[in-house]
C-alpha cells in the first residue's frame, strides 16, 4: 500500500531529448535518488559529444507534466549502483519519500513501488510481491514481472522498494535468462537504502507519513501490555520489533502491509483482549486491501481525468474498495473522492431508473435530502464525483447523467469485457480482476472473519 504523499515522491528520470529512462525518489530537498545504470549510459554520451550542464538529464513529477532540468549532485560511486541527481526546485505539493532500514523486514513480507516500465508503455504504473530474502541484497518477488523479460521490466531501475509506507531499498535489476531474457520467477533485485551514503550530504530522516487506517488499527492495540504486543508483533511478521511506546504504530503498520489474512490471525490470537467493535472496523479497514493495484492506478486516472469508464465487476463492495484502494494510492489532492454505486435493477427505461437512482444516492451522499438542484450543485463542486453504474457501458445512460451533472465521473461495473462495447469514448481500466479473483477474495475475507469470531 502506497499512501498519496509517499507516491508523489516517486519522479520518471529523461534523457534530454524525454524518453524515459528509468525512476527515481526525492530523498532531500531538490535530491533524487535513482540507480546508476539508468543515467550513467546518457551521460556518457552527452560527455562524448561535449553536451555539459543540466541539458543532459532530466526529471518529471507527478504533478506536472513539464520535466525539469537535472544534473549529478556528486560523482557516481565507483561500484555501487546509484546515483544522487540535483533539480533547482522540487514542486511545493512533493515532500521527500520517507526512508527506512531494513531491520524489521523478514521472508515473505509485502512490498510495494511505483515505476514507469515498458511494461506500462512508459506511464506510472504500480509494482507489489513479496520480499524473499534479506540480506547485502535485497531479494523481491514481483507479481506483475512474473513470466514477462527484462525487456518489459526495463525502466522500474531506479524506484524505490517501499515496505509499510517507507523506502527501503533502490531498485536496480531483475534476475533474468541471458538466453531469452526472462525474467527468472520474477525476481528483481534492490540495494538497501542503509548502504547508499552518499559523500556531499546524508540523507534526511524523513518521517513516516501515515498510511490508510493507521490511526484505525494503532488504536486496537494502544491499550494492550507489552506481552501481548510480542504476541502481536509475531502474528505481524516483524523480525526484529523494538519494544517501546512506538511499538503499536509499527505493528498496525505492518498489519496493514499484510492485509486481511495477518490482520486476523493478529486479532485472533489476541482474543478477549481486543474490543470487539473495534476488531470489527479494523476488520472492515482490511479487507479494503486486497485489491488489485494496477485496476486502482487505472481507475484513479480514470477519476482524475473525469472520463467515463468500465470495470470488470458489478460488486458494490468490490467498487467501493477499488476507488478506496485509488484513493489511498493515487489521490494528490486533500479530500477523498465522494462515490456512490447506482443498481438500477435493469428497469426499463434503463436510462430513466438509473438517473433516477444517481439522485437518490447522490442526495443520501451530500445529505442533501430531496432537493435535486441542490444535489446538482454539490456533485458540479466537486469535479471528481463518481457514480459507480451496475451494468454494461451504454451511451444513453451517459448522455443522461452528463446532461444533469456535467462533471460527474461515470464508471459501469460488469462482468461483460468493457473492451467489446461499441459505445465510444468508454476507457477500459485495466487489469480489473475476474470472477475467479473476486470469489478468491471474498472467501478470503469470509474465512478471516470467521477466524477472527472462533477467537478464544
Known amino acids: 500500500m502506497i499512501p498519496a504523499p509517499v507516491a508523489r515522491a516517486i519522479v520518471e528520470v529523461l534523457n534530454a531529448a524525454g524518453g524515459t529512462l ?59 549502483d546509484w546515483a544522487l541527481l540535483k533539480v533547482a526546485a522540487v514542486p511545493p505539493a512533493i515532500r521527500p519519500l520517507p526512508l527506512g532500514t531494513i531491520g524489521s523486514i523478514g521472508g515473505e513480507v509485502a512490498w510495494y513501488s511505483l515505476g514507469y516500465a515498458r511494461i506500462r508503455n ?38 524505490p522498494c517501499i515496505v509499510d509506507g517507507v523506502a527501503i531499498g533502490l531498485i536496480t535489476d531483475v534476475l533474468r535468462s541471458y538466453d531469452t531474457g526472462a525474467v527468472i520467477a520474477g525476481q528483481v533485485h534492490a540495494i538497501p537504502l542503509e548502504q547508499i551514503r552518499p559523500a556531499s550530504c546524508a540523507l534526511p530522516d524523513v518521517g513516516a ?33 523494538v519494544e517501546g511506546g512506538k511499538l503499536p504504530q509499527q505493528i498496525a503498520r505492518r498489519m496493514i502491509n499484510q492485509g486481511v489474512t495477518v490482520t486476523a490471525e493478529v486479532i485472533r490470537q489476541l482474543g478477549a483482549k481486543l474490543d470487539r467493535a473495534a476488531c470489527d472496523q479494523v476488520m472492515d479497514a482490511a479487507e479494503t486491501l486486497w485489491v488489485d493495484g494496477t485496476a486502482a492506478d487505472s481507475l484513479a486516472a480514470v477519476v482524475e481525468a473525469g472520463v467515463v469508464g468500465a470495470l470488470a465487476t458489478e460488486l458494490d463492495w468490490s467498487a467501493r474498495h477499488h476507488l478506496s484502494r485509488a484513493y489511498a494510492c493515487n489521490n494528490l489532492g486533500a479530500v477523498p473522492w465522494t462515490c456512490v454505486v447506482v443498481d438500477a435493477d435493469h428497469d426499463e427505461p434503463f436510462s430513466d431508473a438509473v438517473l433516477e437512482r444517481a439522485f437518490v444516492e447522490l442526495a443520501a451522499a451530500y445529505g442533501a435530502g430531496t432537493d435535486r438542484a441542490a444535489v446538482k450543485r454539490r456533485v458540479a463542486a466537486e469535479p471528481r464525483a463518481t457514480v459507480f453504474v451496475v451494468g454494461a457501458p451504454r451511451g444513453d445512460v451517459i448522455v443522461r447523467l452528463r446532461d444533469e451533472f456535467p462533471g460527474l465521473v461515470i464508471v459501469f461495473l460488469s462482468r461483460a469485457r468493457p473492451s ?37
Do not use: M
Open 22 to 80: 528509468g525512476t527515481g525518489f526525492v530523498v532531500a530537498d531538490q535530491l533524487v535518488l535513482t540507480a546508476k545504470h539508468v543515467v550513467a549510459d546518457p551521460l556518457a554520451l552527452a560527455t562524448k559529444h561535449g553536451v555539459g550542464g543540466n541539458a543532459r538529464l532530466r526529471v518529471r513529477f507527478c504533478v506536472d507534466a513539464a520535466p525539469v532540468d537535472a544534473d549529478l549532485a556528486e560523482p557516481l560511486p565507483a561500484a555501487a
Open 122 to 159: 512508459g506511464l506510472r504504473g504500480g509494482f507489489h510481491g513479496v520480499v524473499r530474502s534479506v540480506a547485502a541484497e535485497l531479494e523481491l518477488y514481483c507479481t506483475e514481472l512474473d513470466g514477462l523479460t527484462h525487456h518489459d521490466a526495463r525502466g522500474l531501475s531506479g524506484g
Open 209 to 241: 507519513r501515515p498510511l490508510p487506517w493507521e490511526l484505525v488499527f494503532e488504536s486496537l492495540l494502544e491499550d494492550l501490555k507489552t506481552a501481548a504486543l510480542r504476541i502481536a508483533a509475531s502474528e505481524a511478521r516483524l523480525a526484529n520489533p
Open 420 to 456: 467489446a462495447t461499441a459505445v465510444p469514448g468508454v476507457e477500459l481500466i485495466a487489469s480489473p480482476p475476474t470472477e475467479a479473483d473476486e470469489a478468491s477474495a471474498l472467501t478470503r475475507n469470509h474465512d478471516a472473519r470467521a477466524r477472527v469470531r472462533r477467537q478464544p
